[in-house]
């Protein structure tokens, strides 16, 4: 079932964590063009050598976590590939078999990276299903579709890199309750942007990227919001954070406020330096997949 309005959500089915989590590595990125506000002034500033520091040093915290942490290689020409959230949505189907619904970029400068994320999954047995052409238009993994954890939910974005018709064909495929959110702002042009789920019942969110109605949506999926201040959200992509278990929160360093509302809420802070990263529109949760 779809949901966009205000009302009763059921009651979700449950569904395990998931404790892979696959990275690419940065031995090709660099901002060569502009498809997001972030982008804009930062055309071929980045610093490879600090940037590979910052990747490893977000691999090495997964692995310190207790995460299954996988890589793959980035590729020649394909800067952004190192964001790789965007290229799939893993799942698991009713029966309890992983798969990956696979993306259709909106920009052509990205389209050429999902199959390589497609032969990764496809060569581990993953059913790999595809947005067919006619379904709709773009969708980008899971820079816009976010699982609930533990539960059956997926909460899905809208408006600049994916297509709101899309989730009709991805609901009728993966069998789950799907609550859809509208994104107006440009600063915000992924779901992962502006949400971070912390865990079944917890999300940290920046209001001011969603319409009322959005906002009420979330209010009822969530037992607690914690709300990241305008400037940490803008600027240094506080909402890019990820709590891979519930427990622990990585976000950018220097969040400030953020970080002391997630500290007073019970979570275990973890700060890191992307802020390579953040020139090209993206910080912890863009730059890797979580999967089952």
Excluded at 5 to 28: E, K
Aim: aromatic fraction near 10%.
């Amino acid at each position: 079932m779809i949901h966009e309005l205000p009302g009763s959500l059921p009651a979700a089915v449950p569904m395990p964590l998931p404790r892979r989590v696959l990275l690419t590595t940065p031995d090709h990125f660099q901002v060569q063009y502009v498809i997001n506000p972030h982008m804009e002034g930062h055309l071929g500033s980045v610093d490879p050598d600090r940037a590979a520091a910052q990747w490893s040093a977000l691999r090495d915290r997964y692995s310190a976590l207790g995460m299954d942490v996988h890589t793959l290689a980035g590729q020649p020409g394909l800067p952004d590939m190192v964001f790789c959230a965007n290229q799939t949505l893993p799942f698991l189907d009713t029966d309890g078999r992983p798969g990956i619904v696979a993306s259709r970029m909106a920009s052509s400068h990205r389209a050429p990276e999902v199959p390589h994320f497609e032969a990764f999954f496809a060569d581990r047995g993953y059913v790999v299903v595809p947005v067919e052409a006619g379904a709709g238009g773009s969708f980008e993994g899971m820079g816009d579709a976010l699982w609930q954890p533990g539960i059956r939910r997926l909460w899905g974005g809208y408006g600049f890199r994916t297509d709101r018709a899309v989730y009709d064909r991805i609901q009728e495929r993966l069998d789950a309750d799907i609550c859809l959110v509208a994104l107006d702002d440009p600063d915000f042009y992924h779901l992962d942007t502006c949400l971070s789920i912390l865990d079944g019942d917890t999300a940290l969110y920046f209001p001011g990227a969603f319409r009322p109605e959005g906002v009420e949506l979330l209010r009822q999926g969530f037992a607690r919001l914690i709300e990241a201040p305008e400037d940490e959200a803008r600027r240094l992509f506080a909402c890019n954070a990820h709590c891979p278990d519930g427990r622990h929160v990585l976000i950018q360093r220097g969040c400030r406020i953020t970080t002391a509302r997630l500290q007073a809420a019970g979570y275990t802070v973890i700060e890191l330096d992307t802020d390579e990263f953040l020139k090209s529109g993206g910080s912890v949760f863009c730059m890797k997949v979580v999967f089952w």
